[in-house]
């Protein structure tokens, strides 16, 4: 899936070369695939596909009061390790400028369900699957601001338009910014107390809201859903070629949930392989096509150690849970005989 992923991102124009790839000679595609189309077409329509026959239930008309909006000590015990791993996740990526909040929290559910003793639990209901993507990007929030203020590297889209609007100003975000701005870098500290408090005055009472929307016939929900999907979509680009791609995509995604297949590391092949292509061949132009900078190089060595270390655990793990689950051998005829 992370394959496939790849190869959606490498669809478009060459940022290097200016030449088109994969377009079918398609005009609409020479801008590449849209994230929004594409993620609305694996996690929205697919699963409108897979879902429509579902047999309608009966929503139970349970009022929710505040009592019922606090966790439990079981829930917050179960999400209390998943909240650390995923907030280290999201400071980790955080601080690495150009890494959008999509890979951070695709990578912290990614991490909590091979780690889990039970994945199947996942995608059902799962407390470490909510609270560790959830930690990841709210930490990654805070944590863009390093490398936008002391860099002036934006770490997203949304750092870049802070960043733009800082410089129309006339401050440089860099080094020297605490020193010379203390009032802006203090009060910045500040607006994240206050807007982590706003957040939640403003959330707890909408979630009956959202609690309701749980009551609401499968009917009238998914065709609702596909409506609003088509019209986000065309709205973006006012291009109807952007709701053909979210179909396709749906579809797409409609066989490989039926073949028990994951989505969410197709997102993450797509997000991060535009940037994987573009750092590969400045590489191979910086060391003139030799590939013998990733083993010469101590810090790329040791990363590409690792990253063979991790896949042949991951091979080995593979192989010694299929002979555990292998089923026995029959026994030949002397072995009967001795038995």
Not at 176 to 184: F, N, R
Request: with cysteine.
């Amino acid at each position: 899936m992370t394959v496939f992923g790849l190869f959606v991102g490498t669809i478009g124009t060459d940022v290097i070369s200016g030449t088109q790839r994969y377009t079918l000679g398609i005009n609409e595609l020479s801008d590449g695939i849209d994230l929004a189309a594409l993620s609305l077409g694996l996690f929205g329509i697919a699963d409108f596909l897979v879902t429509i026959n579902r047999v309608e239930i009966k929503a139970h008309h349970a009022k929710v009061s505040m009592k019922d909006m606090r966790p439990t000590k079981a829930e917050l015990k179960q999400a209390f390790f998943p909240m650390l791993r995923g907030t280290a996740v999201g400071c980790l990526f955080g601080a690495m400028p150009g890494t959008g909040p999509t890979i951070t929290t695709f990578i912290a559910y990614a991490l909590e369900r091979k780690i889990a003793k039970d994945p199947s639990r996942f995608g059902k209901g799962a407390i470490e699957g909510v609270a560790a993507p959830e930690a990841a990007a709210h930490s990654k929030t805070q944590v863009d601001f390093i490398p936008t203020m002391s860099l002036g590297i934006p770490g997203d889209a949304v750092m870049a338009l802070l960043l733009g609007a800082l410089i129309i100003k006339g401050i440089q975000p860099g080094p020297q910014m605490i020193s010379e701005h203390p009032d802006i870098f203090w009060g910045l500290i500040a607006s994240f107390w206050i807007g982590n408090v706003l957040l939640i005055i403003l959330n707890v009472p909408l979630i009956g809201v959202w609690v309701k929307m749980l009551q609401v016939p499968y009917r009238l929900l998914y065709p609702a859903a596909l409506f609003f999907i088509c019209i986000g979509v065309y709205s973006t680009h006012n291009s109807l070629f952007d709701v053909l791609e979210v179909a396709a995509f749906g579809v797409a995604g409609a066989i490989f949930l039926a073949l028990d297949f994951p989505m969410a590391p197709i997102v993450l092949g797509y997000v991060l392989g535009p940037m994987l292509e573009e750092n590969f061949r400045r590489a191979m132009l910086l060391s003139r096509g030799s590939l013998s900078v990733y083993v010469t190089r101590p810090i790329a060595a040791w990363i590409i150690g690792a990253c063979t270390l991790l896949i042949l655990a991951q091979l080995y793990a593979y192989v010694r849970r299929l002979r555990k689950h292998a089923p026995p051998v029959p026994m030949t005829a002397e072995e009967l005989m001795v038995e």
